[in-house]
């Protein structure tokens, strides 16, 4: 097949539905002005798309989807060569390539290609309703006067994630704090841009866990949110290997939706043949 075209589209001008999939926000990218979507067209048909998610300077999660007729005919390759050549002169230095936990063919070609397994991460959704929290908490909005107290709070909770204090101040993000003896002890986001209601950032100061706060802090967060659902879901993700945020979570009437698997891939190495 020869290509007659791939679109690179921007997240800030791409039409409303361009981007099918569930999560994440495209919003946080950190370049918003990055191409973050590519659409191969043959002869004006879409055969083939790719999606760039950003969230950090140097890491860009890769989702693509190519229609079942036209596999095998270099489409893939053709997306993730444009996709490498915005992506690495800004400085990203590795992919990352999610998987469905129960996808066999995702995994045969992971294998294929010699992608290590980077993490995994649990999507769950929230069922609607919640038990007493064992410590009950009052939450207030967080102000740009806490982004000092939030990024050292975030360093000591998530060590080398950085960047999430900024992500929390942004607009159309719901961010609510805990204070405790006049410092800021913990802080929860929503991301209320979405078809769903997307919690994030979730952190208690790790000299405080262990007191119920944690479980206290979804309770006042959950709450918060019940005039602004309307029929939106509620979700999270956790990392896989979190034991003890996945059963803060479940506590809170969160379940389990999915396991979604993240294959790691160099940039240099990014448009390996055959694809």
């Given at each position: 097949?020869?290509?007659?075209?791939?679109?690179?589209?921007?997240?800030?001008?791409?039409?409303?539905?361009?981007?099918?999939?569930?999560n994440?926000?495209?919003?946080?990218?950190?370049?918003p002005?990055?191409?973050?979507?590519?659409?191969?067209?043959?002869?004006?048909?879409p055969?083939?798309?790719?999606?760039?998610?950003?969230?950090?300077?140097?890491?860009?999660?890769?989702?693509?989807?190519v229609?079942?007729?036209?596999?095998?005919?270099?489409?893939?390759?053709?997306?993730?060569?444009?996709?490498?050549?915005?992506l690495?002169?800004?400085?990203?230095?590795?992919?990352?390539f999610?998987?469905?936990?129960?996808?066999?063919?995702?995994?045969?070609?992971?294998?294929?290609?010699?992608?290590?397994?980077?993490?995994?991460e649990?999507?769950?959704?929230?069922?609607?309703?919640?038990?007493?929290?064992?410590?009950?908490?009052?939450?207030?909005?967080?102000?740009?006067?806490?982004?000092?107290?939030?990024?050292?709070?975030?360093?000591?909770?998530?060590?080398g994630?950085?960047?999430?204090?900024?992500?929390?101040?942004?607009?159309g993000?719901?961010?609510?704090?805990?204070?405790?003896?006049?410092?800021?002890?913990?802080?929860?986001?929503?991301?209320?841009?979405g078809?769903?209601?997307?919690?994030?950032?979730?952190?208690?100061?790790?000299?405080?866990?262990?007191?119920?706060?944690?479980?206290?802090?979804?309770?006042?967060?959950?709450?918060g949110?019940?005039?602004?659902?309307?029929?939106?879901?509620?979700?999270l993700?956790?990392?896989g290997?979190?034991?003890?945020?996945r059963?803060?979570?479940?506590?809170?009437?969160?379940?389990?939706?999915?396991?979604?698997?993240?294959?790691?891939?160099?940039?240099?190495?990014?448009?390996?043949?055959?694809?």
């Open positions: 097949m020869t290509l007659m075209e791939i679109r690179a589209i921007t997240a800030r001008t791409a039409p409303d539905g361009f981007d099918r999939l569930e994440p926000d495209h919003s946080f990218n950190v370049r002005e990055m191409p973050s979507y590519f659409q191969a067209l043959d002869r004006g048909r055969v083939g798309s790719l999606s760039v998610f950003m969230p950090t300077a140097d890491t860009a999660e890769i989702s693509v989807c229609r079942p007729s036209c596999r095998g005919q270099g489409i893939f390759r053709a997306l993730l060569q444009e996709a490498v050549a915005v690495r002169p800004v400085g990203c230095r590795r992919l990352l999610p998987c469905q936990g129960d996808s066999g063919d995702g995994r045969a070609v992971a294998t294929h290609w010699g992608l290590a397994l980077d993490h995994s649990y999507l769950m959704y929230y069922g609607g309703a919640h038990a007493a929290p064992r410590v009950s908490v009052s939450l207030r909005p967080a102000q740009q006067t806490d982004r000092s107290a939030l990024e050292v709070l975030y360093s000591a909770a998530f060590p994630d950085g960047g999430m204090a900024a992500c929390c101040l942004q607009e993000i719901l961010c609510r704090v805990l204070e405790r003896q006049g410092r800021l002890a913990g802080a929860a986001c929503v991301n209320l841009r078809e769903a209601l997307s919690i994030f950032g979730v952190a208690v100061d790790p000299a405080l866990q262990g007191q119920g706060l944690g479980g206290g802090l979804m309770a006042a967060l959950l709450d949110l019940a005039p602004l659902r309307g029929k939106r879901h509620v979700l993700e956790v990392d290997g979190n034991e003890r945020a059963r803060l979570y479940a506590s809170s009437c969160f379940t389990v939706r999915r396991l979604v698997e993240y294959y790691s891939l160099p940039l240099l190495q990014a448009a390996p043949s055959g694809a």
